[in-house]
């Protein structure tokens, strides 16, 4: 019989109490090193008194009012993230896949609006992932994901990532924008070519395009920049972001210029819990931690010590690893055995992981992971790393005997 929770998910038999920082307490008393953070999204770790009060105060107050009033907490969030980006303007919503959304409703829109009507398809890259809404699976584009939901929605195009002839050659009289991920989360943690996105930004300039990143994994200090684009010196014209903006509130946000976002006009897009004061109050706790000075650096910091950590597994477990990627705390294992070997073994030595495609070990913990933590991280690896290897000796001598 099916279970009551619909199972779309192959979950793991293993349930939580109560967290601590980068520590996840599971009722049978074990404790986990938690390098998944709720796939990148418990962005100031478990149980933060800051956060934790916040919520708390602004669910006493009012937790939701609707969009037919003013949001000072909305207000607020707005006026911090613009200060801090490339954005003049700011919607909020409630996940990724709704940001993307409007992210992509924006671009058409400008495009009609700019006397481009015809301009209303968006180029995406091999490997993206933009989420499970049916638009947002056709910018996916992944065929398993697709399989069985009925006619594809129109108006997405995809190209190899870092390859600028292939994408010259897809812009039509009728492209409206380009859509990327700045580090590539869901297909491997593959990071896009600085001089790509630079690339990209010219492209749309001369043939009058958006560009639109998808950071709804990578933004929110992920990378150790607010924003990961900022690595690269260009700066797109819509953003997405979610997972991490809220610290596990779920939240999401697009940020535009005011060039694209002035086509939104009243009554033209719109969401019930989008921004609601207890979202944007968690989301400004968030905001209070990203943007302290030197915190980012300290993200920095850490992601350096915990793929110092992975190089030295990579140089150690050859017969398992091949290779070490990403940026800030926002890191992969290439994996050359089954990577749910890896990461099974990984739980046995109380390390929660993500996978990813192309057989990678995703590694996206909290953000304010300590250097403790981080040390110890690397320990329970190598010990995972040895039980896959016993594990792997022991059904080879099985299959010969
Ligand atoms: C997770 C993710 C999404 C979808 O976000 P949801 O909140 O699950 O809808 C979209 N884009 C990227 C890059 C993501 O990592």
């Known amino acids: 019989m099916i279970p009551a929770l619909m199972p ?50 602004q669910a006493a107050r009012v937790m939701h009012v609707s969009n037919l009033y003013r949001v000072p907490q909305a207000e607020r969030l707005a006026e911090r993230l613009v200060a801090a ?44 992932f933009h989420g499970r809404t049916l638009a947002m699976l056709a910018a996916t584009g992944n065929p398993k994901y697709l399989d069985g939901f009925g006619p594809e929605v129109a108006g997405f195009d995809h190209v190899p990532m870092n390859n600028m002839n292939a994408v010259r050659a897809a812009i039509t009289a009728e492209t409206a924008g380009i859509m990327i991920e700045p580090v590539q989360g869901e297909s491997g943690i593959n990071v896009a070519d600085p001089r790509f996105l630079q690339e990209l930004r010219a492209a749309c300039d001369e043939f009058g395009l958006y560009l639109g990143m998808d950071e709804v994994q990578c933004g929110m200090g ?12 260009v700066t797109p014209d819509v953003l997405s972001t979610a997972k991490g903006i809220a610290g596990g509130f779920p939240m999401g946000a697009i940020l535009a210029t005011e060039a694209v976002a002035r086509h939104l006009t009243p009554g033209s897009h719109g969401t019930t819990f989008g921004g609601n004061p207890l979202a944007c109050a968690a989301a400004n706790v968030v905001l209070d931690v990203l943007l302290a000075p030197g915190f980012l650096d300290q993200v920095q910091a850490r992601g350096a010590q915990l793929a ?61 992971i300590t250097e403790a933590d981080c040390a110890e991280a690397g320990r329970r690896l190598r010990h995972a790393a040895l039980r896959v290897r016993a594990h792997l000796a022991a059904t080879a001598r099985e299959s010969v005997a």
């Not at 919607?91 to 209303?120: D, L, T």
């Not at 992920?222 to 010196?233: D, I, M």
Request: proline fraction near 4%; include cysteine.
């Open 8 to 57: 779309t998910y192959n979950r793991a038999d293993l349930a939580f109490e109560r967290g601590e920082g980068c520590w996840l307490y599971a009722a049978d008393g074990r404790r986990f090193l938690d390098l998944g953070a709720g796939i990148a999204t418990s962005s100031l770790g478990h149980n933060n008194p800051h956060l934790v009060s916040a919520i708390a105060e």
């Open 85 to 128: 980006s490339f954005a003049d303007s700011v919607f909020f919503c409630n996940s990724g896949a709704e940001a993307n959304e409007g992210m992509v409703k924006m671009i058409r829109r400008a495009q009609a609006h700019g006397g481009h009507p015809e301009r209303n398809r968006i180029i995406c890259f091999d490997g993206a």
């Open 222 to 233: 992920r990378t150790g920049r607010l924003f990961a684009h900022e690595w690269s010196g």
């Open 308 to 368: 110092r950590a992975l190089d030295e597994l990579v140089a150690e477990f050859p017969d398992l690893f091949d290779g070490r990627r990403g940026i800030g705390l926002m890191l992969g294992l290439r994996c050359t055995v089954p990577v749910a070997l890896v990461q099974d073994a990984a739980m046995h030595e109380g390390v929660l992981s993500v996978t990813a495609g192309d057989n990678v070990l995703r590694l996206v913990p909290p953000l304010v």
